[in-house]
Every structure is written in C-alpha cells, then in structure tokens.
C-alpha cells in the first residue's frame, strides 16, 4: 500500500454505498452539471465509503478511526484532508459509531438521510394536513421519507415494484395505502389510493410516476425531485409527461434538487434522524452484498428493483 502524504490517511475500506445514480456516471458523459463520469479504464472513484485509518499524516485523524470518504470502490484508498468530495456529503469525516454502525453512515445518516429529510422537509415544504405520496417508498431515500412524513402526522402513500415490498410498506413501515406500479394503470391506482388527491410527490422514479402525480396533485401542490430512475438505464430519451399544463392550471411546483446542495443541514440531519434511529421510531433495512468484486452485480440488482432500503456492499 502507498504511505500517505503530508495531509493525507491510509484507509481500509469496510463498506461502500451502491446507488441508482452511479448508472449516470457510466455514460460516455453524465448528464450536464451532475457529478463527472467514471473515466473509462480507471477505479470508479467518487462513491461514499466508510473504512477505519490505517496511517494518518493529517491533523485530526488517528490510526483506528472509523471515517466516511468518496474514494470509491477499492480495498485501500489514500484520502486527502479537507478535499471536498462528492459535494461535501463524502468529504473526509470522523464518524461516531458508539451512535450508530458505521453503515449507517452511508444510508440513513449519510446522502439518503439526507436527501429524505432536506427533500421532504425544506424542498417539499411539507405543511399541516398534507397527503404525501412517495414512489420507490421501500428504497434508501424513499422509505426514509415516507416513515418522515409519517412521524409528522401525514397520511402517506408508497408505490413500489413488487407485492413483497408493498406488505414491508404497510406492515413494516406502517403507511396509511401502499400499490405494485406494476399492477395497472398508474393513474388509477393512484387514485384508489388517495381518492381526493395528494399534495406533496417526493419522486424517485420520473416519466409516467410524474404524469400520475401531476394529474392527482392539487391545487398548490409541491413535486420534490430528487431521482428519475425509470430513465437511468433507458436505451433512449424518456418521453416527458403529457399533462404538463396541469403545474399552470394548478399553480404547482416542481423542484429538482439534490442531497449534496443541502450539507450545511447534515449535521442537523444526523441529530434528528439518528434520534428517532436509536429510539426505535424509523426502520431502516439494508440489503448487503458481500465482496468488492461483487459490487457490479449489486448495482444490476439494484437497477432491476432486487433490494430493499439502502444497498451496500461489505468489503471486508
């Protein structure tokens, strides 16, 4: 292994995270003003991990601390200090795991965490007596904001690509009406789960999930937008929605956002989501792979719909 450089540490990786978004980045070029491609022939760097410091050059840092980074899909990784990484959200950071296993780290209390609860709570503006409807409601982000909306006292509704799922969202994760996409049309299963309409979509999902809500959302509704996973791996352009005159007709708001744009509520994040973790209020499942060099087939796996809540993958 390579000695680290002044400012720099050694880590030993333990876990890397495995996300829906990675499949942009392996495009000859990622989509415009998103996190670069992966350069062809190269490690896939940029991926959030969590290790231990095998040797440290750097203030702050100690052999033996647990540490969240973005050097990516590898079994050992030089860090440098201070560099920020993945828009701050995989910057070099210390973890407290006497709070939470360092997983956590990657899933609830990391970008998933965070993207729930800056999505929900900031992006979405959730108000008072607001019906919520969640798509991919039993992924990282999805089941993390459907079980937020809950804690607040919303009538919540989760979508989701199998009948398995759909049990874990309603006996598991307690929503209020939970429906298989796949089963029907989606505007009519949508409204046989929320008959006088929704006002807040967190979608995970795009095309013909946000032509369903658009045409459900009332008057002022908010669409809060954080993925488009029915695009990721299309072998062509995704036709957008057909109904898009319904956001003038009935002044709603659509806004893309992303989790790393929000890191200055991490810590704040990590308080309030931790809290409800450890008092027993959120469920948050993990599907693991083990082996680095199984990590390609978690991401296939993770594309088809096969994983429930955040995928990791266990190196060691």
Known sequence: MPDPGAGEVLVRNMWTSVDPALRLRLRERAPRGYFAAFALGEPMAGISTVGEVVASRAPGFAPGDVVRHGAGWCDYAVVRAG???LGGIA????????????EAYLGAL???????????FHVAELREGDIVWVSAAAG???????????????RVIGSAGSDEKVRYLLGTLGLDAAFNYK???LSELLGAAAP?????????????????????LRKRGRIAMCGSISEYDAP??????SNLFLVVANELTLRGFRGSSYVALLDEMVREVGGWLRGGRIRYEQTVVDGLENAPEALARLL????TGKMLVRIV
Request: charged share 20%; net charge negative.
């Open 304 to 307: 088809r719909g096969d994983a």
């Open 91 to 102: 910057t070099l950071t210390r973890l407290d795991v006497d709070a939470a296993p360092p």
């Open 236 to 241: 062509e352009p995704v036709p957008g929605p």
């Open 140 to 154: 990282s982000v999805g089941s993390l904001v459907a079980q937020l909306a809950k804690l607040r006292g919303h």
């Open 83 to 85: 560099a920020e990484s």
């Open 183 to 185: 089963h029907g049309a």
């Open 110 to 120: 990391g970008a998933s965490g965070l993207t729930a609860y800056a999505g929900l």
């Open 196 to 216: 006088d309409g929704i006002d807040v979509y967190f979608d995970n999902v795009g095309g013909d999930h946000l032509e369903a809500a658009l045409g459900a």
